[in-house]
């Protein structure tokens, strides 16, 4: 293994000692006054939900789901528009979903279903970054990261809402998400903020044999070689640095989490899937996706604040012309045999497993796509790109089950009311996980930034 030189260069001793500068001056400014008070009065109105969830379980369904084929369909529409599946009642009196939902219709007193989300932005790339980050995209290229990307929603909980307990606070599984041809997309990591408020991204499949934390592909910069290195860097660095108590500090907190990472039983604990019953891992399901829901579940057991699970690409997607939720071909077959059988399952074990374990209360699940599907077929028998309208779900954090926020039009093409947009999304999950949305933080160059432009949904908290 290389070993580090004992000579350090200025120019790197001055590289490590900005980022730590950095890393050790982002902390979250103190609002105004007014901002507090207008805060506290809109949590009274929020009736106390602020910070009810300890932690948030993102399910992120890559590639956007049709709303008609899940929480909204629309059968008094025309056939081309309606297609050709049934809507089935739900436990909610007058609420109907599809019928390729069976076992979520049977908890829907448990969800709250928005029927009005909306981008008008029909890009995977640059909807997919405003609903993950609550900002638009301005960037030069939407499929390539630019040092003025904003960070992740999993960047700024990892900054303003460090986990308590636990080897780290935001986590994204199993894979990031990408695009043809295997391009990291921007929105899903620290953006302008720099690399040390990137959520840990593993990429690794819970569903194959054996799985251990050891089989993981850690992020690079926590590999085993890599983590020594950086153990021995700092150790030579700390005579030079010591004289600087917060950067001393700083580095010696990031090796402490790179090392517990890697290390500690805490994490090797969270990652025993086999400590699960075989009972357990057949209620989620045998799949990548489906297991990587019950990884979330014993992640947030074990401390962390946010686990962002990505829809998983199947082998050969990268070539196929629907991969993930993108039905531009065989909407039908599609969503029957492949897409809506595995989020019913995983989805409905994943609130069903929270509430049997008295986590439910404190625990905000999400499930959204970065935009829906066109109210026609194309002559593929596909859907195609449509961020005019499209749903999502949420449950946990003592939400009142059973409610519908929002509704589309008759063909389900646009918001009929109550229009939500990326902003609003964003801001009522940080409220709920006890951040305020108008919490500022300061950039790289110290300009203060509001975590989020929208106000959370109050009516639904």
């Not at 030189?5 to 120019?11: D, F, N």
């Not at 008094?76 to 050709?84: K, L, S």
């Not at 690794?204 to 799985?211: L, T, V």
């Not at 045999?337 to 019913?344: A, S």
Request: some cysteine.
């Amino acid at each position: 293994m290389h070993q580090p030189s004992t000579a350090l260069s200025r120019r790197r001793l001055a590289q490590a000692g900005a980022g730590a500068w950095l890393a050790s001056n982002l902390s979250p400014l103190v609002p105004p006054a007014s901002a507090r008070e207008a805060e506290e009065a809109n949590t009274r109105k929020a009736g106390g939900s602020f910070g009810r969830a300890k932690s948030l379980i993102y399910l992120y369904l890559s590639g956007g789901p049709s709303q008609y084929e899940t929480f909204d369909p629309k059968p008094e529409a025309p056939a081309e528009i309606r297609g050709v599946f049934s809507p089935i009642a739900t436990r909610v009196p007058g609420l109907s979903f599809c019928e390729l939902l069976p076992r979520t219709a049977a908890i829907a007193d448990q969800l709250t279903i928005v029927r009005s989300l909306a981008t008008d932005d029909p890009n995977h790339e640059s909807g997919g970054y405003w609903i993950n980050t609550g900002h638009k995209y301005t960037g030069p290229d939407m499929r390539a990261l630019a040092p003025t990307d904003w960070p992740t929603l999993g960047s700024i909980v990892r900054m303003l809402k460090p986990t308590e307990r636990g080897p780290f606070t935001s986590v994204m599984l199993p894979e990031p998400i990408i695009a043809n041809p295997n391009v990291f997309l921007p929105g899903q990591n620290g953006g302008f903020l720099g690399r040390r408020w990137d959520p840990e991204i593993f990429r690794c499949d819970p569903a194959a044999a054996n799985f251990r934390i050891d089989s993981l592909a850690l992020p690079e910069e926590l590999s085993g070689s890599r983590v020594t290195l950086r153990q021995q860097l700092l150790e030579q660095l700390g005579g030079s640095l010591r004289a600087e108590s917060a950067v001393t500090g700083d580095y010696e907190r990031l090796r402490g989490e790179a090392l517990d990472l890697v290390r500690s039983g805490t994490a090797r604990g969270a990652f025993a899937l086999d400590a699960e019953t075989p009972a357990t891992r057949a209620r989620y399901g045998p799949g990548k996706w489906a297991q990587s829901v019950l990884l979330a579940r014993r992640l947030i057991e074990a401390g962390v604040r946010m686990v962002f699970v990505n829809w998983p690409r199947e082998p050969g997607d990268l070539s196929a012309p629907n991969p993930l939720w993108d039905t531009h071909a065989h909407t039908n077959p599609r969503m029957k045999d492949v897409l809506c059988p595995q989020f019913d399952q995983g989805f409905t074990a994943l609130i069903e497993d929270l509430a049997t374990r008295g986590l439910l209360d404190s625990t905000l699940v999400v499930a959204v796509g970065e935009m829906g599907r066109t109210p026609k077929f194309n002559g593929s028998g596909g859907r195609d790109h449509w961020g005019n309208v499209f749903s999502f779900v949420m449950a946990g954090a003592g939400l009142n089950g059973g409610q519908v926020y929002g509704a589309s039009d008759a063909s389900g093409a646009y918001p009929a009311r109550d229009r939500v947009t990326p902003p609003e999304f964003t801001a009522t999950l940080l409220h709920l996980l006890g951040i305020r949305h108008e919490a500022m933080f300061p950039d790289r160059t110290g300009r203060p930034l509001r975590a989020t432009e929208g106000d959370p949904l109050w009516s639904l908290l």
